[in-house]
């Protein structure tokens, strides 16, 4: 499995955002990105536009549309037509995301904590969903020192109670790009998991929908579970049992957007359900893997990194979870 | 076609369809929409809305954000386009004075292009938040032949 670091959550000048497309693919170039999804409020205007940029430029772009919508705001990648943003309502985001679905699209929740109006309009979720199975993705991180806000806090508590509710959510973050990046600011990165040398929007959608992914503010984290000859990466759907859980740092990778920051890792951990840790190792510097053998019982397993940012114990870095069932 | 509206707190988060009819014989869609107030002025007012946010928003004011830093506290209204065979797009931005063309060729950031087509096209104004009284909009709407300017 390789690696691609790129941001879900952008906006140009189609919308709300101060970048046209070609400088948007350019500050993600800088930002040392492979790839961007697109996802201006509203409206699907700036696809060409950015993609023709972006092939340019050698950036990957997955086209995508955030509705914006009066009751929260979806991310909903590869599907132009988005007209019924205007028509939800928290009584009808089941029917409406099983026709998104149907029509190939990819469903994330946005941001799920954020105030709502007035503060910032439409942007708290309010949506009374009972199909979580037509969404893929759960923005967890979202905006500017994600780490250390109290709203991504709840966005991960939430975010695993429905994984205990047997709801296969990818966990992402999302910069929600609309101007250049501060200075001395975390900002989280998602890395996509592809199996290819290069990234292509394909690569995106699919680590997005099948839970590929690892989020950090610093290092890249990685976790496989191995049982017998077989390794199986996060995203996997695996036979309750024994497994080596191997939980792997890579320091190097965007090293220079972060490693001055002020991130001190302290402690690695192996979450399940309830949020529980099931494994738990106190970070050595200069340390790049750890491994525990261990009995699964629960349905999922997540890796987190978590350590010091400016003085405030904070995760660093999680995985989305391998899944465990009963073997029938 | 010109339309004023009037829109209350009890409108937000209502859409409001505006029909309008293009007969043959033009090249684009000229669309002026504007409304006011923009802000919430009355500081007072505008605590107290964000002191009832802190409330509603637990997850939020836990953080203890910086109320002050919130205001001024603002309108939103965006600009929507239906031709007669679907969706254009959206002009959401917080511009309270915009301009918009539609054209076969090009159109404004946030709009598909799309020709003149003769038949009914929808321009909707959605209502994402008011904060003050009332909030005034104007929207007029030109039709141009080659050529033409507003």
Redesign the interface.
């Given at each position: 499995m390789n690696w691609f670091p790129v941001e879900l959550h952008c906006h140009t000048t189609h919308s709300d955002g101060t970048f046209t497309p070609a400088e948007l693919v350019r500050q993600a170039k800088a930002f040392g990105l492979a790839g961007i999804a697109l996802t201006d409020h509203n409206t699907a205007a700036g696809w060409e536009e950015t993609l023709s940029c972006a092939g340019e430029q050698g950036l990957c772009v997955l086209p995508g549309v955030e509705w914006t919508t009066y009751y929260g705001h979806m991310l909903v990648l590869r599907r132009k037509d988005c007209a019924d943003w205007m028509n939800l309502r928290p009584d009808n985001i089941d029917e409406a995301t099983a026709a998104i679905l149907a029509d190939g699209g990819t469903i994330g929740a946005a941001h799920p904590f954020r105030p709502g109006n007035p503060v910032g309009t439409g942007c708290c979720w309010e949506f009374s969903v009972r199909r979580w199975e037509n969404f893929r993705y759960y923005e967890v991180l979202s905006g500017a020192d994600p780490t250390l806000q109290a709203i991504n806090r709840k966005a991960l508590e939430t975010w695993t109670s429905l994984l205990d509710r047997g709801f296969r959510l990818t966990p992402t973050s999302g910069i929600d790009w609309h101007a250049p990046l501060k200075d001395g600011t975390t900002y989280a990165c998602t890395y996509v998991g592809a199996s290819g040398g290069d990234l292509t929007a394909g690569d995106m959608n699919a680590a997005v929908a099948f839970g590929r992914t690892s989020l950090t503010i610093g290092p890249l984290l990685t976790m496989t579970a191995d049982q017998g000859d077989r390794r199986y990466p996060v995203g996997s759907v695996c036979p309750k049992g024994g497994y080596t859980f191997s939980l792997r740092l890579d320091p190097q990778r965007r090293a220079t957007y972060w490693n001055r920051l002020g991130l001190l890792p302290g402690e690695w951990r192996l979450v399940t359900s309830g949020g529980r840790i099931l494994f738990q190792s106190p970070y050595r510097e200069n340390e790049c893997e750890i491994s525990s053998a261990l009995e699964v019982r629960t349905s999922w397993c997540r890796a987190e990194l978590w350590g010091n940012v400016r003085g405030r114990e904070s995760l660093i870095a999680l995985t989305a979870p391998i899944y465990f069932v009963k073997e029938s | 076609m010109l339309a004023d509206r009037t829109f209350a707190g009890g409108d937000?988060?209502s859409?409001t369809f505006l029909p309008f009819a293009v007969g043959q014989g033009y090249q684009s869609l000229l669309f002026q929409f504007s409304y006011e107030p923009k802000f919430l002025e009355d500081e007072k007012t505008a605590m107290e809305?964000?002191k009832e946010?802190l409330a509603?928003?637990g997850?939020?004011a836990?953080?203890r954000p910086d109320l002050k830093a919130?205001l001024p506290?603002?309108n939103?209204l965006?600009l929507?386009v239906?031709a007669p065979d679907?969706?254009?797009?959206?002009?959401?931005?917080?511009a309270p004075r915009q301009k918009h063309l539609i054209g076969g060729l090009s159109?404004s950031?946030?709009?598909?292009p799309h020709p003149v087509t003769e038949g009914i096209w929808k321009a909707?104004i959605?209502v994402?938040?008011v904060?003050t009284d009332s909030c005034n909009c104007r929207l007029r709407i030109c039709a141009l032949r080659e050529g033409e300017t507003a």
């Amino acid at each position: 499995m390789n690696w691609f670091p790129v941001e879900l959550h952008c906006h140009t000048t189609h919308s709300d955002g101060t970048f046209t497309p070609a400088e948007l693919v350019r500050q993600a170039k800088a930002f040392g990105l492979a790839g961007i999804a697109l996802t201006d409020h509203n409206t699907a205007a700036g696809w060409e536009e950015t993609l023709s940029c972006a092939g340019e430029q050698g950036l990957c772009v997955l086209p995508g549309v955030e509705w914006t919508t009066y009751y929260g705001h979806m991310l909903v990648l590869r599907r132009k037509d988005c007209a019924d943003w205007m028509n939800l309502r928290p009584d009808n985001i089941d029917e409406a995301t099983a026709a998104i679905l149907a029509d190939g699209g990819t469903i994330g929740a946005a941001h799920p904590f954020r105030p709502g109006n007035p503060v910032g309009t439409g942007c708290c979720w309010e949506f009374s969903v009972r199909r979580w199975e037509n969404f893929r993705y759960y923005e967890v991180l979202s905006g500017a020192d994600p780490t250390l806000q109290a709203i991504n806090r709840k966005a991960l508590e939430t975010w695993t109670s429905l994984l205990d509710r047997g709801f296969r959510l990818t966990p992402t973050s999302g910069i929600d790009w609309h101007a250049p990046l501060k200075d001395g600011t975390t900002y989280a990165c998602t890395y996509v998991g592809a199996s290819g040398g290069d990234l292509t929007a394909g690569d995106m959608n699919a680590a997005v929908a099948f839970g590929r992914t690892s989020l950090t503010i610093g290092p890249l984290l990685t976790m496989t579970a191995d049982q017998g000859d077989r390794r199986y990466p996060v995203g996997s759907v695996c036979p309750k049992g024994g497994y080596t859980f191997s939980l792997r740092l890579d320091p190097q990778r965007r090293a220079t957007y972060w490693n001055r920051l002020g991130l001190l890792p302290g402690e690695w951990r192996l979450v399940t359900s309830g949020g529980r840790i099931l494994f738990q190792s106190p970070y050595r510097e200069n340390e790049c893997e750890i491994s525990s053998a261990l009995e699964v019982r629960t349905s999922w397993c997540r890796a987190e990194l978590w350590g010091n940012v400016r003085g405030r114990e904070s995760l660093i870095a999680l995985t989305a979870p391998i899944y465990f069932v009963k073997e029938s | 076609m010109l339309a004023d509206r009037t829109f209350a707190g009890g409108d937000t988060a209502s859409n409001t369809f505006l029909p309008f009819a293009v007969g043959q014989g033009y090249q684009s869609l000229l669309f002026q929409f504007s409304y006011e107030p923009k802000f919430l002025e009355d500081e007072k007012t505008a605590m107290e809305l964000l002191k009832e946010s802190l409330a509603k928003y637990g997850a939020w004011a836990e953080d203890r954000p910086d109320l002050k830093a919130c205001l001024p506290l603002q309108n939103l209204l965006t600009l929507s386009v239906f031709a007669p065979d679907g969706y254009l797009g959206c002009a959401h931005r917080q511009a309270p004075r915009q301009k918009h063309l539609i054209g076969g060729l090009s159109a404004s950031r946030g709009f598909l292009p799309h020709p003149v087509t003769e038949g009914i096209w929808k321009a909707v104004i959605n209502v994402h938040c008011v904060v003050t009284d009332s909030c005034n909009c104007r929207l007029r709407i030109c039709a141009l032949r080659e050529g033409e300017t507003a």
